[in-house]
């Protein structure tokens, strides 16, 4: 086995890790984000991605749920590990790359798992009127090797003269999977087309930490949204005290923001100063690397073609104090770290309520396309919080 | 012989991928293998020599397919993929007509005393292709424009009537109550 | 007129498949080393290894009712297309396929691509998936008459369609001296149909990983190993239509063309780390209104001097 | 002619092959996991292939229109040296009256549709 034992080696240098966060834990994730960087491992997109799933915080309810069920739909080998403090970070990450090498416990994980999912749970509101009446569960064969595709030759329709009156059809059919199919609903220009429901949040990489929109789409258009808070309201908690947290704050919400534009080099160089300010490094040396940034920030048009006139508030809005929108917000945070480098400190605003940002939110994402409602949701601070733990690095 | 079989070979992926547009239930599986069909065509004309038109039916017809999906998903009066489904309409007509068309084809293909071939094709047939629509056939150029330029801007005005001083809204308008809770269900309406 | 060029025996065929996939672990190379934080460069080189041997261990994955079928043809599609794309490419000296319609077939292996990454999207039955095969689409729509209209510029100088002759129609003046706007959008179009930035957003990071979000082990390979290798490939074409191909002092044809392929393909790399995604919207009217009238003066331009130099 | 791209194809296919087979013996497990489609931890309540709006449509009817286009422009390309003045004429008042149109379509906004 000596050749497997040695892919699995050359597997493990480079692991993808798949974070999630739980609300309050901002800086075990910055922590792990920082050992990730060390180690040179990369960050998922999505389970399929990822070989380890590390979860920041220790989840309940509702969050946890959703975190055992992405804990299913990573492919293996695979690790799973829950971080609370930050001193955790290097050792667990550790531990998962030594389980990820262990050949036998992994083929035994593989073969452990349930050929199908399970069916939907209580998960699915059966109220909805999109579902189906007589949804058989389970008797269509998922089975392993699924090569040819679906075979569905022998539903053979003789009365083909009017193929599309499939009337009641949808009753007594078998819907793969126990999923029911789309319903259908308007669209401005007179159309007829399918809805979709999708959940954003709270497994979502780059999204704020137990956020969750639950929004119908048609095409990659959301229609309309209900936002919603896991695991509670985070406490508003002020944040100018400390210069150091206020700074790291700032660029965590930055680096998100370059890194759903898609700008990975400003990204990383973000998190690479905000990575400095939590190690413990002097922040006057933060100072000259942020105004690099904001100059460079400046310089890029396609980014600021890209950012502006996405998620336009209200002068009156309590998130127009770092901007109106998206690229005033994101140039707006860097201008307050650099000051807050300076040792000038700004005055802290009021948050407003969690119903309030809600309300907000709901109405800023209705009629956007999905990319533009990302950005627009990582370019609002919705928990303006200090980290405390950071307050006492 | 290797081109023989070769172009055996492709003519029954041809027929095979046209009879899979009317077997499979999923509108994107039908468009696919219809552009299949018609690679396969594609490279039974690179058999003949014909390079340029081979390779352009290729190119053409796999772009077409790639949109005329996007159109045969979006306005099928229900799921394209997961539910029975028939691409026949009016069968007995259908047939009829398409029977009758394959006879008369070859009937021809067989009747017909083809001529021997005189002289030997140009030595790039692009090129001749190219000289033929610059030089005599110049007037299916001159036609091709504006025909292109009419389709252009019909096909807009049909598809976007909006027309520039009323963009479109986000949103459709808040529905009246009178239409109800949507149903979920399939409406019917051609494909 | 092709002087220079000739068609190769086809058992070559197997050495041209090898050099495609070994030009694609190259820029994967780059890419990792461009990645990796500053001092694990020499690391980052060898995250193409790491990654290979990561999603072979991989588990496959499947979901529930995917079309299974169009998926994994999509999902194999690309490197196939990548390297279909290379049979007419002249490697210095050799091309294995000396096509009459060279540049046609270039075009035509590229919009395979249109169904290839959407039947990817399309069949894990998955929203992030199909929401990122139809951005591929939209993309499409906008860069692939520029790059049309950029492949004529090349073949209206040399007064053909083979890539023989357009190589060799560069001797002492290569076409992107006075050609400039056509080789920018056709470097832009590489980018964009290998799925790279800033024309990544069928695989954005918004949408989960888009066309990728749901793929694991093998197939997920196949998909990124079929973008490394459409870049290198882009470039191989872009090195041949405007940069002179294989012509250079001293050392011989192959490695000039290797080493012009290599560099430009490095720089699109880079290029690429620093520019953010584009979306399909913000970048269809500056295509139609700005890339494409470019693009048809570029090649007015070119007929023009053609004419006149009779 | 052709006879290199068929043995390319089947080179690229054979490779191909040769990945999923050695992908079976070197992962933890030969048949694929089957999944639920990622949605950040929720269970889908309907399938995601269903009839997409793609707003973009009017653009692609506008592409359809132009693209046959490019049906002449190649063999033009190939011959344009040849013909003289008279063929580039012609083509760029083609391609101008196109133009026209695309330019009229950008002024009716085909090209924005969210």
């Known amino acids: ?393 | ?191 | ?310 | 002619m052709y006879l290199g791209i068929l043995v390319l194809l089947a080179a690229v296919l054979v490779s191909v092959g040769a990945l999923y087979v050695l992908s079976r013996l070197t992962a933890v497990a030969r048949n694929p996991l089957v999944s639920r489609p990622f949605l950040s931890g929720w269970v889908p309540e309907e399938h995601a292939l269903s009839r997409y709006h793609a707003r973009y449509y009017p653009v692609t009817l506008l592409f359809l229109a132009f693209d046959v286009e490019m049906l002449f422009m190649y063999p033009w390309a190939a011959v344009v040296s040849r013909l003289g003045p008279g063929a580039v004429i012609e083509m760029f008042v083609f391609l101008g009256v196109l133009m026209a149109g695309v330019f009229w379509a950008w002024r009716e906004g085909a090209f924005k549709w969210a």
């Open chain 2, 1 to 191: 012989m290797l081109t023989t079989v070769l172009f055996i070979v492709l003519a029954l992926v041809a027929v095979a991928a046209g009879i899979a547009v009317f077997r499979t239930d999923s509108m994107a599986r039908a468009t696919y293998a219809l552009a299949a069909s018609f690679v396969a065509v594609g490279a039974m004309l690179l058999q003949f020599n014909l390079d340029y038109i081979g390779v352009v039916t290729i190119l053409m017809m796999v772009m077409e397919m790639a949109i005329m999906a996007i159109f045969m998903i979006m306005f099928m009066g229900m799921n394209p993929a997961l539910m029975p489904m028939s691409m026949v309409h009016n069968k007995r007509g259908s047939l009829l007509i398409a029977g009758g068309v394959f006879l008369v084809l070859a009937a021809g293909a067989l009747l017909v005393p083809w001529p021997a071939r005189r002289g030997a094709p140009a030595p790039d047939l692009t090129v001749s292709l190219g000289e033929a629509i610059m030089g005599n056939k110049m007037l299916v150029m001159l036609t091709v424009s504006p025909l292109l330029f009419a389709t252009l801007v019909s096909a807009l005005v049909l598809a976007n009537p909006r027309g520039r001083y009323r963009p479109y809204p986000k949103l459709p308008a808040p529905k009246q109550s009178e239409s109800g809770p949507e149903h979920h269900g399939h409406t019917g309406g051609g494909h």
């Open chain 1, 1 to 393: 086995m000596g050749l497997s034992s040695l892919l699995a080696r050359v597997a493990t240098s480079r692991c993808h890790v798949l974070l999630v966060e739980v609300p309050g834990a901002a800086s075990v994730r910055m922590e792990v984000q920082r050992e990730l960087v060390r180690l040179g491992w990369v960050e998922a997109d999505s389970p399929s991605e990822a070989d380890i799933l590390c979860v920041c915080g220790a989840p309940s309810g509702e969050l946890l749920g959703a975190v055992d069920r992405v804990w299913e739909q990573l492919p293996g080998p695979r690790a799973r590990t829950t971080v609370v403090t930050a001193e955790q970070v290097a050792r667990e990450l550790h531990g998962c790359a030594e389980r990820l090498r262990e050949p036998a416990a992994q083929t035994a994980d593989a073969a452990g798992r349930d050929q199908r999912p399970a069916e939907p749970d209580d998960q699915m509101d059966d109220s909805d009127d999109m579902n189906h009446g007589g949804m058989d569960h389970g008797d269509m064969d998922h089975g392993d090797g699924n090569h040819g595709g679906m075979d569905h030759g022998d539903m053979d329709h003789g009365d083909g003269d009017d193929g599309m009156d499939h009337g009641g059809m949808d009753m007594d059919m078998p819907m793969p999977g126990g999923i029911g199919l789309a319903g259908q609903e308007e669209d401005r220009d007179g159309l007829d087309l399918d809805v979709l429901h999708l959940p954003l949040g709270p497994v979502l990489p780059s999204w704020p930490a137990g956020l969750v929109l639950r929004c119908t789409i048609q095409g990659d258009v959301i229609f309309s949204a209900t936002a919603e808070l896991l695991e509670g309201t985070p406490a508003p908690d002020p944040l100018a005290a400390d210069a150091r947290a206020f700074i790291v704050h700032r660029t965590d919400l930055a680096g998100r923001v370059l890194r759903l534009a898609g700008s990975d080099a400003a990204a990383e160089r973000m998190y690479r100063i905000r990575n400095a300010a939590l190690a413990g490094e002097p922040l006057g040396d933060c100072r000259g690397p942020l105004m690099a940034e904001l100059a460079a920030l400046k310089r890029s048009v396609l980014l600021r073609r890209s950012l502006r006139g996405v998620g336009t508030i209200g002068a009156d809005s309590f998130h127009a104090e770092a901007g109106t929108d998206a690229w005033a917000r994101l140039t707006g945070w860097v201008e307050g770290a650099v000051r807050a480098a300076n040792g000038e400190t700004d005055a802290a605003g009021v948050p407003a309520s969690w119903p309030v940002q809600a309300a907000l939110l709901e109405q800023l994402v209705a009629g956007e396309e999905l990319s533009r409602v990302r950005l627009l949701v990582a370019s609002l601070d919705l928990a303006p919080v200090g980290t405390p733990e950071v307050l006492s690095r």
């Open chain 3, 1 to 310: 007129m092709s002087a220079g060029v000739e068609q190769v025996s086809p058992v070559w065929a197997v050495v041209a498949a090898i050099a495609v996939l070994a030009a694609a672990f190259a820029g994967a190379a780059v890419d990792g080393a461009l990645q990796a934080r500053p001092g694990a460069r020499r690391a980052g080189m060898l995250a193409p290894v790491a990654e290979g041997a990561r999603l072979l261990r991989q588990r496959r994955r499947t979901l529930v009712a995917a079309d299974t079928l169009l998926w994994r043809v999509g999902v194999a599609g690309l490197p196939v297309v990548a390297v279909l794309m290379a049979a007419v490419l002249p490697f210095g000296r050799w091309v294995i396929s000396d096509l009459p319609v060279g540049l046609v077939w270039f075009n035509a292996m590229d919009v395979m691509l249109w169904a290839l990454v959407w039947m990817a999207g399309w069949g894990p039955n998955a929203a992030y998936p199909l929401v990122g095969g139809y951005r591929f689409l939209a993309l499409a729509l906008a860069y692939e008459l520029p790059l049309m209209f950029a492949l004529t510029a090349p073949a209206v100088a040399a007064g053909s369609l083979r890539m023989a002759d357009i190589v060799a129609g560069q001797d002492g003046l290569w076409y992107v001296v006075w050609m400039p706007v056509a080789f920018l959008v056709f470097c832009a179009s590489v980018l964009a149909f290998s799925l790279h930035r800033p024309f990544d957003a069928p695989l954005a990071r918004d949408l989960a990983g888009g066309v990728l979000a749901e793929a694991s082990g093998v197939d997920r390979l196949l998909l990124l190993a079929g973008r490394h290798a459409l870049l290198a490939v882009g470039s191989g074409f872009a090195v041949a239509l405007f940069l002179g191909g294989g012509s250079g002092p001293l050392l011989p044809a192959w490695v000039w063309f290797l080493a012009k392929t290599l560099l430009l393909q490095s720089v699109l790399l880079v290029v690429r780390r620093h520019l953010p995604s584009v979306r399909p919207q913000a970048l269809m009217a500056a295509a139609w209104a700005v890339a494409l009238p470019a693009t048809l003066l570029q090649v007015a331009g070119v007929a023009v001097v053609v004419v006149a130099r009779g």
